[in-house]
């Protein structure tokens, strides 16, 4: 099961340095407590033009990426329809087999509607499955899919709101083992787009505000018994593009994120004393809850309760947001250079990365490529060689 356990943990903890510092308020120690979720690879940057830009997007300029990141832009699309191609290897440095695939399109009903749609597919490569002793049982290729569509719809000449809907599935086992079944689910996506005219000096150009509140949906699980949030994700960002004159222009963009599920509490251990007096058995049960909040809740209420259950207080629910910051020069709006850098506090996965990239766009065709470069320590980082190469296909 080595590459089920690397996409839903070394993803997230996998990239983590551990730490202890007592919070003086709470009296908590301060060390790795990363939020985890069923099929993380929702949350994987599908594109090049975003993955080079530190994995930012919600306000970025519209364009046939933009069913991913903030589906509400393509009201504003120039083009009547298009079609995008993408493929990243994933976690390369550890597996030679796992990638992404996706593909999205649109489609502009009129000047005030536009239609969208995704599929991405991650496959993890061929896993043998092993018996209690270790004789092989079979051979499987454990593999997930989402696959989505969205309603778009200008509500003023610069506000447009975006809905869409998400049928998930994930297979990691195949029947392999024994209980174990396939996991489904259904989520929606709200946001918003807002884009004006902007003017600096002498210089003209537009700015923009985005958000989008992702995969807002049903647990899913792969036993009847046992069933995880998927990762829902609260979005907001802005950018900011001057042109300088017709030839060249510049976009500066920052996104938050944070996902809106719940943070595992603190237990107490097993023998430990507990505030009441009496003396823990060491069950992940309420009653043995240290600090924070019991996690066994509805969505709804895991959303609301997600800005509010960390253990250490405030100041973990503030080490729960990471950001990503990014660049994007275009020459003649035919040839694009991108620099970008995504931060994750230590103690929620310590994904630290530089991105850069490099676009051509021509008429109809568009090209993008992004290379992830991981700060700190790139040798054991699993993020590191990772590239993304997108195709893209406008008409008008």
């Known amino acids: 099961m080595r590459k089920v356990i690397l996409l839903n943990f070394l993803l997230i903890l996998g990239l983590s340095n551990l730490f202890a510092q007592t919070n003086p308020i709470t009296g908590q120690e301060k060390t790795l407590n990363a939020i985890t979720t069923g099929v993380p690879f929702l949350m994987i940057a599908p594109d090049s033009r975003s ?26 699309i120039e083009n009547k329809a298009g079609v995008t191609i993408s493929y990243t290897p994933w976690l390369k440095k550890l597996v030679d087999d796992m990638s992404l695939a996706y593909v999205s399109g649109y489609y502009k009903i009129d000047d005030k509607q536009t239609i969208g749609g995704g599929l991405r597919y991650f496959s993890m490569g061929n896993i043998t499955f092993t ?21 778009n719809r200008l509500l003023g000449d610069h506000f447009a709101l975006g809905m869409a809907g998400r049928f998930i599935y994930s297979n990691l086992t195949g029947g392999q083992s024994e209980g174990s079944e396939a996991g489904k689910s259904v989520a929606m996506d709200i946001n918003g787009y807002y884009q004006n005219n902007l003017k600096l000096s002498d210089y003209k150009g537009k700015w923009a505000l985005g958000f989008n509140v992702s995969n807002i949906g049903m647990k899913i699980g792969y036993t009847e018994e046992e069933k995880n949030f998927i990762p829902t994700n609260l979005r907001i960002g802005g950018s900011m593009t001057i042109d300088f004159d017709k030839y060249n222009s510049l976009t500066a963009t920052l996104d938050f994120n944070k996902l809106l599920v719940p943070t595992p509490p603190v ?5 430990e004393e507990k505030s009441d007096g009496t003396i823990s058995d060491g069950s992940k049960t309420p009653e043995n809850i ?26 973990e629910e503030m080490e729960e947001i990471s950001y990503a910051a990014g660049l994007e020069y275009w ?66």
């Not at 209690?132 to 569509?149: C, K, R």
């Open 51 to 76: 993955a080079s830009i530190g994995d930012a997007g919600v306000a970025l300029s519209p364009d046939g990426y933009s069913q991913h990141w903030n589906s509400s832009k393509y009201a504003f």
């Open 290 to 315: 240290k600090a924070g909040k019991d996690p066994e809740v509805s969505v709804i209420q895991g959303i609301f309760q997600s800005f509010y259950d960390a253990p250490r207080g405030f100041s």
């Open 267 to 271: 237990y107490y251990q097993k023998g």
């Open 131 to 151: 018996d209690g002793v270790g004789y092989p049982i079979g051979n499987y290729s454990p593999h997930e899919f989402a696959l989505d569509a969205s309603y």
């Open 331 to 396: 020459y003649a709006k035919q040839f694009a250079i991108r620099l970008g850098y995504f931060h994750e506090n230590e103690t929620k996965g310590n994904r630290k990365y530089v991105t850069a990239g490099v676009g051509l766009k021509m008429n109809v065709f568009g090209l993008d490529f992004s290379y992830l470069i991981p700060t700190g320590n790139f040798n054991n980082s699993p993020l590191a060689n990772t590239w993304r190469f997108s195709l893209s296909f406008d008409f008008q």
